[in-house]
């Protein structure tokens, strides 16, 4: 079955850079588009960015210019490569291979990411 195993947030002040990591196993991970979500303390679960298999990729508005997604399909692993970060960034980041999950989907443990002004 499906696993997903994020890695490499921290706790950063605002400005600075993170770079995450999905590690994906149980799935031929180069036939599914990957998509980066994250859940703020007290927030929904929001999209964050995607990729599909071609590379073609999309941002929520408030990431734009500052995030960028990629994948190594050799690796079976996802990154989200994130600039000039902000406090509003503070959240738990997960992946998924899922086009629409649901919070009754699997998801992986995330990775915690928090910001300070």
């Known amino acids: 079955q499906v696993q997903f195993l994020e890695s490499g947030g921290g706790e950063v002040q605002a400005g600075g850079s993170l770079r995450l990591s999905c590690v994906v196993s149980g799935t031929i991970f180069s036939n599914f588009a990957m998509t980066w979500y994250r859940r703020a303390p007290g927030k929904q679960r929001e999209l964050v960015a995607s990729?599909?298999?071609?590379?073609?990729?999309n941002y929520a508005d408030s990431v734009k210019g500052r995030f960028t997604i990629s994948r190594d399909n050799a690796k079976s692993t996802a990154y989200l490569e994130m600039n000039n970060l902000k406090p509003e960034d503070t959240a738990v980041y997960y992946c998924t291979d899922l086009p629409d999950p649901t919070e009754n989907d699997y998801w992986g443990q995330g990775t915690q990411v928090t910001v300070s002004s």
């Open positions: 990729i599909t298999t071609g590379g073609s990729t």
